[in-house]
């Protein structure tokens, strides 16, 4: 009988499957849910920089800047305690990891934010770090410097594990994540994914594309899971995008991560879905007589082949000499 235990991020999972930041986790009932379905972690839907900003941003100004100063903070304070809430209310119902999220793209107050949230319960933070980088006078460098900052400032007020969700728009993620993994970082998600932005030719406006990831997106996970745990083996991570049945998991395992995130499989079949992937990798693993998920994690990756790498330019000569 296979073994699905793994470690990610200084976390004992009963498996490898850690249901990402979504609407499937914006409240302990659900979440009872999907551990009751299997699931071995969960990551709580992200507190956003962005809409704490926004409703500080609308208060309507007093000319008494203590006024407003408070009605700010009130904002602030008001939106992290109804997710210290989620947290207790899901640490007490659970018995798997609850990793809190949050999304942001500056220092601010995460680590003040950070501190209360590891208070609360927490037994991980995952930092979902995204912007997209469009200025001209932009300085190279300086979205990667971003991620450091923000780790760092979270690290020193937190004990627990900090898990820095990347994203895909990067020119050399595996010097990124060395810096990252010098910083502290328990784990790595590789990647975050943007929001999908789509033409209406008719109304001549900006609509939303697929929300929904899909089982070609994995190959890109894959590609820098298997350099990047060949590159630094000490660093843990999972791969987020495509993960869409237990084949895809095993792929992901089998590249060298320790764990996958997922969540469009689940919005489009369910939480039944999260029972079959876990059978279907039970199922393979004992057809090819592995106990355990270390027996072949990163059996693919960069160092499966020290002569050559075949996830940069040998599979590309590969595939187009045959053609």
Known sequence: ?????????????????????????????????????????????????????????DIVSYDYPEADDYLKTYVRSHALSEYVKLIQ???????????????CFSKGEWSEFAKTMQDAGADAIELNIMSIETQKEYRYGTMEQ??????????????????????????????LINQLHANGAGGVVLFNRFYQADI??????????????????????????????GELPKQDFAISGGVNSGAAIIKSILAGAAAVELCSVIYKKGNDEIDKMIADTSSWMDSKGYENIGQF???????????????????????????
């Not at 119902?93 to 949050?102: D, E, G, M, Q, T």
Request: with cysteine; glycine share 6%; proline share 3%.
């Open 89 to 103: 209310e899901c640490k007490s119902l659970c018995k798997i990891p609850i990793i809190a999220s949050i999304n």
């Open 200 to 229: 209406n030719i008719k109304t001549l406006e900006y609509t939303t594309a697929d929300v929904f990831s899909n089982g070609s997106e994995l190959s890109n996970g894959l590609r820098w899971a298997a350099i990047a745990s």
């Open 297 to 323: 994690k990163g059996l693919m990756n960069l160092k499966a082949d020290e002569n050559a790498n075949p996830f940069e330019r040998t599979q590309f000569m590969k595939y187009f000499s045959s053609k």
């Open 1 to 57: 009988m296979s073994i699905l235990n793994t470690t990610f991020a200084g976390l004992s999972l009963r498996n490898p499957i850690i249901i990402s930041s979504s609407g499937l986790t914006d409240t302990a009932e659900k979440v009872q849910k999907l551990e009751f379905h299997g699931a071995g972690a969960v990551v709580l839907k992200s507190i956003f920089e962005e809409q704490i900003l926004m409703q500080s941003g």
């Open 146 to 175: 971003r991620y450091i900052d923000i780790l760092s400032t979270v690290k020193k007020r937190v004990s627990i594990p900090v898990i820095v969700k990347l994203a895909s728009n990067l020119s050399n993620p595996i010097a």
